[in-house]
């Protein structure tokens, strides 16, 4: 009788405390809508706009039927496949303003501006309120004229953004080629990439965040995204909560007329990036910070990134003009880049910047200020103890080291004239008499940069891709490669 009542006891004790747990778990409302057209406008079809339209409501509008229960984070599911966009369903967006929470799976869609006929222009989607998720989905050819965000502009809410593509996107007289958002909540971008988008006359070739909580991008690539006449080639931070970048890849990204090649923070807690490379990145004549331009307040926090071939007027790679020097900017494989000052790290403080532990191209450390050959830092660079030998951030084209001395054979063709001597039709380089184990590519020239040099001269920086060509074995890091350029049909 004790062990009976003993039990009951218990049971009265523990049961309340069950019944609250169970309460708590209990699932929050959500609708799925499925996109049944690719058409932009198809009377009683479901569309992204009547799907967006019915979210906002709560309601099913004509077309659209919900399965769940509406609530606060309702999906639209797309289907693979372009959707041909050509009018805007409201100034210069495409779809209906979001004001409610809403998740869009695209499963590999295309969401295009530009396919088939010229449209007017317009933005994919602003956020007004309560945030969007977009997975899997590709937006390209997105433009607005004197206006933000050529695909997306969030007024408020957080923006997740995950899987996708934003390709050749434009905001004119605006900020974010791309992305901006000005909202309070924070930008989110995971396995993503962003190529070829453009701010003209503004800041953020890719991205411009003026959010109030930040920016986080993880494991995803910006290239060829340019900021014409303004700072941040592909990314401008302006949040009062900084800007965190993990294991992401910025190339061939262009500030024109301003500073940031790749990427300009401007924030307040500063930047915080690990993992990942910066290379090929540039800014004007008059700009400074190939890589990055740093002008927040809390400064920046740099580890295991790998820094080569970003070009600027002072700070090749990085640019430091934040408020504290603390850093650290360590273990980062920083060599190759190109400038006046500082062709690796230029300080623009009194403060010291903390920058040990990185290698800087050569085992004797930085040039400049520093006692080596390698990348160069300016006065108020702490840059001992550096590394003697390549970090894990290096690539492992940086661990060899070749040097190769060729004695080059005279025959009638005078080599480095730009004239050809033996009339052959071959000139220097081309003819065999100057260089016998000649190998010719054909490049494509996507940018073209010249760049003064301290002391005189002139840097010619250009970026190229090959096209077609004897290309095996050829590794620019080992060999001497020597590039004539000449107009088509013309002289050198």
């Not at 069950?18 to 049944?36: E, F, G, Q």
């Not at 992204?48 to 004509?62: H, W, Y």
């Not at 995803?220 to 909560?241: H, K, L, M, R």
């Not at 080059?408 to 081309?430: A, I, M």
Request: glycine residues 16%; hydrophobic residues 30%; charged residues 10%.
């Amino acid at each position: 009788m004790t062990r009976t009542s003993s039990a009951r006891g218990c049971l009265r004790t523990v049961l309340p405390s069950c019944l609250v747990i169970l309460l708590s778990t209990a699932a929050v409302d959500a609708a799925t809508i499925t996109v049944n057209t690719q058409n932009q406008v198809d009377p009683g079809q479901c569309t992204i706009a009547v799907a967006i339209a019915s979210m906002n409501a709560g309601a099913d509008q004509t077309g659209c039927t919900h399965t769940g229960t509406y609530g606060t984070s309702d999906t639209i599911v797309l289907a693979a496949g372009t959707y041909v966009l050509t009018a805007a369903d409201n100034g210069s967006n495409a779809f209906p303003f979001i004001n409610r929470q809403i998740t869009i799976n695209g499963n590999g869609a295309t969401l295009s501006r530009t396919v088939g006929n010229m449209a007017p222009f317009f933005r994919f989607f602003e956020v007004s309120s309560d945030g969007l998720t977009l997975n899997n989905v590709t937006l390209t050819g997105g433009s607005v004229p004197s206006s933000n965000g050529g695909a997306i502009e969030v007024d408020d809410g957080p923006l997740v953004i995950n899987g996708c593509t934003f390709s050749g996107n434009s905001a004119s007289s605006g900020n974010g080629g791309a992305i901006h958002n000005s909202g309070a909540n924070a930008t989110n971008v995971t396995g993503s990439t962003f190529n070829d988008n453009t701010s003209f006359n503004g800041n953020g070739g890719a991205i411009y965040d003026n959010s109030s909580n930040g920016m986080t991008l993880v494991d995803s690539t910006f290239s060829g995204n340019s900021a014409d006449n303004g700072d941040g080639g592909a990314v401008y931070e302006n949040a009062a909560a900084g800007v965190t970048i993990t294991n992401c890849t910025f190339s061939g990204n262009h500030a024109t007329n301003g500073d940031g090649g790749a990427i300009y923070d401007n924030s307040s807690a500063g930047l915080t990036f690990n993992g990942g490379s910066v290379g090929g990145n540039s800014v004007g004549p008059n700009g400074d910070g190939g890589g990055i331009y740093d002008n927040s307040n809390a400064g920046i926090k740099i580890t295991n990134v790998q820094f080569t071939g970003n070009t600027a007027r002072d700070g090749g790679a990085i640019f430091d003009n934040s408020g504290i020097g603390a850093g650290p900017v360590s273990n980062n494989c920083i060599f190759g880049n190109t400038a006046m000052t500082g062709a690796g790290i230029f300080r623009d403080s009194s403060e010291v910047l903390n920058a040990v532990n990185n290698w800087w191209g050569a085992a004797t450390g930085p040039s400049e200020s520093g006692p080596g050959t390698g990348d160069g830092v300016n006065a108020n660079v702490t840059f001992a103890p550096f590394l003697t030998a390549p970090s894990a951030a290096c690539s492992p084209t940086t661990t060899t080291t070749t040097t190769t001395t060729t004695t080059l054979p005279r025959s009638g063709e005078t080599c480095g004239d730009c004239t050809d001597n033996d009339g052959n039709g071959l000139v220097d380089f081309e003819d065999p008499a100057c260089c016998p184990a000649a190998n010719t590519l054909s490049l494509k020239i996507r940018k073209a940069q010249l760049v003064p040099r301290k002391g005189g001269g002139t840097l010619l920086g250009l970026d190229t891709t090959i096209l077609q060509g004897a290309s095996a074995g050829l590794d620019p890091l080992s060999e001497d490669v020597f590039l004539q350029i000449r107009e088509q049909g013309g002289k050198e």
